[in-house]
Each structure stands twice: as C-alpha cells, then as structure tokens.
C-alpha cells in the first residue's frame, strides 16, 4: 500500500522540460530564498509566544550538546595539536618561536575553533535533524501531531534551533578551550613550556576583541545548522526518499551559510574594533 | 459514555434518521486537485451521529485526501466542509486545534512518534489539558486495556508490530474521546484474525462512545461488520451509496466486484 502511494506520488509530472536550464534554476534558486525567508520568518512569529515546549528544549539541548561533546572535544584537541606542529618551523625561521603560544591561540579562538566545530556540528547535528523530520514528515507523524491539536512548529521545530542556537557556542568555546591544551601539548614535543608559562603567554596576547566577536558569530552558526537541518527535514515531501536528500541537503546548505556567515561576521566585526 | 446505545448495526442508523438535526460531518462539492491532476472531483456526503460510514474506492481515488480534508491537513480548492457545525475554512489557528481535538484520526501508517515510549504516545495529545499525573496514566492504562495491549506500555514502537502499532495509535485518537472518528484503512495488512478485532473495536467504539466514524477500508469483511451505510468513490465523484446488502446487490459490475471475496 506504501509503496503505491509513493509511487504514484513520483510518477506525478514535474515541470516540463526546462527550456532553458539557466533560468530554470535561477528560478529554483529565488524559490528556494523564498521558502527559506519564510520559514525563518515563522520561526520568529512563532518562537516568542507560548506555548513554551520547555521539556522538549531540554531534551534537545542534551542530545545536540551533550552527545556532541566527545567528537567536538577530540577534534578540538587535534586541530589544537597539528596547529602548533605546523605553525612552529615558520616561526622559528624568525626566530619567534615563543609567540607560538599567543599565535596560535589566536587563531585558534578567532576563526578556526569557531569555523571547524560548526562545520563539524552542521556534519553531525544538522544531518540528523534533518533525517529525522524527514522520516517524521514521511512516516506522517508531523500530520499526527497537527491532527491532535499540537502544533508541530513549535514543538518540533522551535526546539531544535533554539537548542542548536544556544549549544553550538557552548561545544565551541568547550572545543576551544581542549584546543589550547592540545597546542600546549604541542609546544612541549619539542621545546619545554611550563602550564603556567604556556597560558600566561595566551592570555597575554588574547584581547577582548579576539573573544567577543568569535562568541558571537557561534550563536548565528548555530542558528543557521538548527534553521537548515529543520527547514529541509521539515519541508520534506518524497517520503523515505526524502530521508537521504533531507539529510544531505542540511549538510552541504548549512555548511555553505556558515562560511557566508562567517564572512559577513569578519566585515561587521571590523567596523565595531 | 453511559448512553444506551443500541447494538444491532442497523438501529443507530434509524436513530439517525429520527434526530437528523444532529448533523456531525456535512460534505457538499468538495474540490481538490493536485498539479493539474484532479482527484476529489465533486463530493458531497452526510454523516450523522453514532452513524458509521464506510467509503470504498480504488487505490489512488482520493480517499485519504477526502478525510484529510476534513481535518485541515490539505485544503480543499472548493466545496464547504462543515464539521460539528464549523466551517473548516471560517476557522481559525486555534478554532482549528480546538475542533482537531474533538475529531480523531487514524493514520493508515499509524503514525506513532518513533522517538517516545508508547505511554508518551498516548500522553501527547493530551499534553495541553490540565490534568493530574495519576489521572493520566489511569487514561492510558485504560485506553490501552480497550485496545488489548496493556502490557505495552512502556515499549518503544520499534519493538510492536505491525497490528500492534495500529491499535495503539487506535488508542491514541480515541484517548481524548473524540465526536468524530475518521479511520484510514484500519485493517488493511493485518490478518484476518486481527482484523476482526479491530473491526469489532471500532463497533466498541460506535455504541460506547456515540462517535460517528469514517471507515476507509479495502477490506470487504471489515465494511461488512462496521457499516451503517457504504459510499462508493470513482473517479472523484460518489459513484454510488447505500447500506451493504443494497450494495452487494447492485447491477453495476464495477461496485458489485468490490464486494466479490
Ligand atoms: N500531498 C500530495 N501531493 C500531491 N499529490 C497527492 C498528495 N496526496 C495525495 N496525492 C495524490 O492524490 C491521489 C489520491 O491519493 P490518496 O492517498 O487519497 O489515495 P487513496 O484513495 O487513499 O489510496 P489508497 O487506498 O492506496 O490509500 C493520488 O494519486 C496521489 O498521488
Ligand atoms: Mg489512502
């Protein structure tokens, strides 16, 4: 019976041949904007009036936090360590070699710590939202929740962002901060810098300028990989089909917004310092 | 629920008939077409109260987007839809969550949440009444003991099969009991064992708690015990109404093969 219903619903005809493929797919462009500004838009109509699905939030949070912090805390450390491996010969040439420490810190809290865990979170959480309300909407549960009264919006969708948008900076400066330990553990395979001496250095070069735009721009990262996981697994329509493009769309869009987030982030930052 | 009703199938039709003020579910030239592909062409049909409807139709003639209809999940290009004396489309946000509590719905897939135990299941619909934790779970307990399954409760849904599923989402629609049932295939790909159960369940239902129902079945044994009246869907139009025997004795080879076995 399943699979009737499915198949007939792909038979159905789709546009006509594109006469141009251009502008066919300008216009799918400009449609997908479209939908996009909507649903963005309802979630801003919808996220600010009861009824607050505190448990459920919770709930999120947990998973989308929690569970990520293991992967998040190993690849902050590596990304830590190779860092200041990589970064050392350079610096030695200069003979700058107890910079390494402040620089790569630097770095680290500026743009790659913040950029690396989001992608990896858009790799982990986004693909799993978006699987998830596909296989929802394709095993009609989103519809049986609206058909007993709930609306599925705010229980299924304003969660999820909301717990993306509050742990992805959480699981960034968590990353962050094991990254600093893997650098100092870099630093001391060849040279020999003691705990204190190591974030005494650190410390010294970071500014608030460094931290503050870097926290920032996490929470509109995390905004954006609850925000695509959602609207892709949410606005799925071709049954469990749907479960593979939902999921693998939420990763390469949302990948793609936190780059164009993370730019735009670099241009407002450097009006404000 | 401590109403007299009567047993026989055929009474709470005559019943109807007397108080046929008590109007549930008013259908008139109903529209619906998806891309340019015309599937509800026109559809007009009653249903009163306590009355059991059963609507047959080929695979793919628009039953589930008939009942669909009805609950505001897809919206109708044209025809009124009058539920419980609401025009559907007249109704607000919150007028429509309101009336979506009073009508239950059967998924033809179940639909349970994958993601909850089957006792978050039951709870769900009733997460915005005010209500006591105890009383609650006296709710589902009971709910689940009309459906036979009340061991289940603390399972996951991954674990039940197929007709296990189906009766504990039977149990989590008529949780809030609703005025109106619409059941989507309720027994199709179950055996016939299972099915009699069901089909008997949903006459349970009828004569407990005066619902009236829309049954969508493909399953003559099942159309047979629950049917008050019958209406046949062909080509988006009612092709023909009446109660099984009328139906079972039509000329017409194309109704009377629905009920061949
Ligand atoms: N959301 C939708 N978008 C596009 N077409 C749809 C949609 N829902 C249903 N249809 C189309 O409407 C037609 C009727 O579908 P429907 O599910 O109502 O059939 P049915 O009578 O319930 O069949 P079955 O007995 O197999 O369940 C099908 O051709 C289907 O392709
Ligand atoms: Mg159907």
Same mark, same amino acid.
């Given at each position: 019976?399943?699979?009737?219903?499915?198949?007939?619903?792909?038979?159905?005809?789709?546009?006509?041949?594109?006469?141009?493929?251009?502008?066919?797919?300008?216009?799918?462009?400009?449609?997908?904007?479209?939908?996009?500004?909507?649903?963005?838009?309802?979630?801003?109509?919808?996220?600010?009036?009861?009824?607050?699905?505190?448990?459920?939030?919770?709930?999120?949070?947990?998973?989308?936090?929690?569970?990520?912090?293991?992967?998040?805390?190993?690849?902050?450390?590596?990304?830590?360590?190779?860092?200041?491996?990589?970064?050392?010969?350079?610096?030695?040439?200069?003979?700058?070699?107890?910079?390494?420490?402040?620089?790569?810190?630097?770095?680290?809290?500026?743009?790659?710590?913040?950029?690396?865990?989001?992608?990896?979170?858009?790799?982990?959480?986004?693909?799993?939202?978006?699987?998830?309300?596909?296989?929802?909407?394709?095993?009609?549960?989103?519809?049986?929740?609206?058909?007993?009264?709930?609306?599925?919006?705010?229980?299924?969708?304003?969660?999820?962002?909301?717990?993306?948008?509050?742990?992805?900076?959480?699981?960034?400066?968590?990353?962050?901060?094991?990254?600093?330990?893997?650098?100092?553990?870099?630093?001391?395979?060849?040279?020999?810098?003691?705990?204190?001496?190591?974030?005494?250095?650190?410390?010294?070069?970071?500014?608030?300028?460094?931290?503050?735009?870097?926290?920032?721009?996490?929470?509109?990262?995390?905004?954006?990989?609850?925000?695509?996981?959602?609207?892709?697994?949410?606005?799925?329509?071709?049954?469990?089909?749907?479960?593979?493009?939902?999921?693998?769309?939420?990763?390469?869009?949302?990948?793609?917004?936190?780059?164009?987030?993370?730019?735009?982030?670099?241009?407002?930052?450097?009006?404000?310092? | 629920?401590?109403?007299?009703?009567?047993?026989?199938?055929?009474?709470?039709?005559?019943?109807?008939?007397?108080?046929?003020?008590?109007?549930?579910?008013?259908?008139?030239?109903?529209?619906?077409?998806?891309?340019?592909?015309?599937?509800?062409?026109?559809?007009?049909?009653?249903? %009163?109260?306590?009355?059991?409807?059963?609507?047959?139709?080929?695979?793919?003639?628009?039953?589930?987007?008939?009942?669909?209809?009805?609950?505001?999940?897809?919206?109708?290009?044209?025809?009124?839809?009058?539920?419980?004396?609401?025009?559907?489309?007249?109704?607000?946000?919150?007028?429509?969550?309101?009336?979506?509590?009073?009508?239950?719905?059967?998924?033809?897939?179940?639909?349970?949440?994958?993601?909850?135990?089957?006792?978050?299941?039951?709870?769900?619909?009733?997460?915005?009444?005010?209500?006591?934790?105890?009383?609650?779970?006296?709710?589902?307990?009971?709910?689940?003991?009309?459906?036979?399954?009340?061991?289940?409760?603390?399972?996951?849904?991954?674990?039940?099969?197929?007709?296990?599923?189906?009766?504990?989402?039977?149990?989590?629609?008529?949780?809030?009991?609703?005025?109106?049932?619409?059941?989507?295939?309720?027994?199709?790909?179950?055996?016939?064992?299972?099915?009699?159960?069901?089909?008997?369940?949903?006459?349970?239902?009828?004569?407990?708690?005066?619902?009236?129902?829309?049954?969508? %079945?493909?399953?003559?044994?099942?159309?047979?015990?629950?049917?008050?009246?019958?209406?046949?869907?062909?080509?988006?139009?009612?092709?023909?109404?009446?109660?099984?025997?009328?139906?079972?004795?039509?000329?017409?080879?194309?109704?009377?093969?629905?009920?061949?076995?």
């Amino acid at each position: 019976m399943e699979e009737a219903k499915n198949t007939s619903k792909d038979s159905e005809p789709d546009d006509p041949a594109p006469q141009n493929n251009f502008l066919s797919s300008a216009k799918d462009f400009f449609l997908e904007v479209s939908l996009l500004s909507n649903f963005t838009l309802r979630f801003f109509r919808e996220v600010f009036f009861p009824r607050y699905e505190f448990n459920e939030l919770i709930k999120q949070c947990y998973r989308v936090g929690y569970r990520s912090l293991p992967l998040v805390g190993i690849t902050g450390f590596i990304m830590g360590l190779v860092l200041t491996i990589q970064s050392r010969p350079t610096l030695a040439e200069f003979g700058a070699e107890s910079w390494l420490p402040g620089m790569v810190a630097v770095s680290i809290i500026r743009e790659i710590g913040p950029v690396i865990t989001a992608l990896i979170c858009a790799g982990k959480i986004g693909s799993s939202i978006g699987a998830e309300l596909a296989s929802m909407r394709a095993s009609e549960q989103i519809d049986a929740m609206q058909v007993s009264g709930i609306n599925p919006f705010k229980y299924i969708v304003i969660t999820r962002i909301a717990a993306t948008t509050l742990m992805v900076p959480i699981l960034v400066i968590f990353s962050d901060v094991i990254a600093l330990f893997g650098s100092y553990a870099g630093v001391n395979i060849k040279g020999d810098v003691n705990f204190h001496l190591f974030f005494a250095q650190v410390f010294n070069i970071l500014k608030f300028s460094d931290v503050f735009p870097a926290v920032i721009k996490t929470f509109f990262f995390g905004f954006a990989i609850g925000l695509i996981g959602c609207y892709k697994g949410y606005n799925s329509n071709e049954g469990t089909e749907g479960v593979g493009i939902s999921a693998n769309s939420a990763v390469v869009m949302g990948s793609l917004l936190i780059f164009i987030i993370d730019m735009i982030a670099v241009q407002v930052a450097s009006l404000f310092m | 629920m401590e109403t007299t009703l009567p047993t026989n199938t055929d009474q709470p039709k005559n019943q109807a008939n007397v108080k046929s003020a008590e109007m549930a579910l008013e259908i008139k030239n109903l529209q619906k077409s998806f891309a340019n592909k015309s599937v509800l062409k026109d559809i007009s049909l009653t249903l %009163t109260k306590g009355e059991n409807l059963v609507v047959l139709g080929k695979s793919g003639s628009g039953k589930s987007v008939l009942i669909k209809c009805i609950i505001g999940l897809i919206e109708p290009d044209g025809g009124s839809l009058q539920v419980l004396g609401k025009n559907i489309s007249e109704l607000d946000d919150k007028g429509l969550n309101d009336l979506r509590k009073k009508v239950g719905f059967l998924f033809q897939s179940a639909a349970l949440y994958d993601s909850m135990t089957v006792r978050e299941n039951l709870e769900f619909p009733m997460r915005e009444l005010r209500m006591k934790e105890s009383e609650r779970l006296e709710l589902v307990k009971e709910a689940l003991t009309n459906v036979g399954l009340a061991e289940a409760i603390n399972k996951m849904p991954s674990e039940l099969s197929g007709g296990m599923r189906k009766r504990i989402g039977l149990a989590r629609t008529l949780i809030l009991k609703p005025e109106i049932m619409l059941y989507d295939e309720p027994t199709t790909g179950l055996d016939p064992i299972t099915s009699k159960e069901i089909s008997q369940l949903i006459m349970d239902i009828q004569k407990r708690l005066n619902t009236a129902s829309i049954i969508i %079945t493909h399953d003559i044994a099942c159309a047979k015990i629950t049917a008050n009246r019958i209406l046949v869907i062909r080509d988006g139009v009612c092709a023909a109404a009446g109660t099984f025997t009328e139906l079972q004795a039509s000329q017409d080879p194309w109704i009377h093969s629905f009920f061949e076995l």
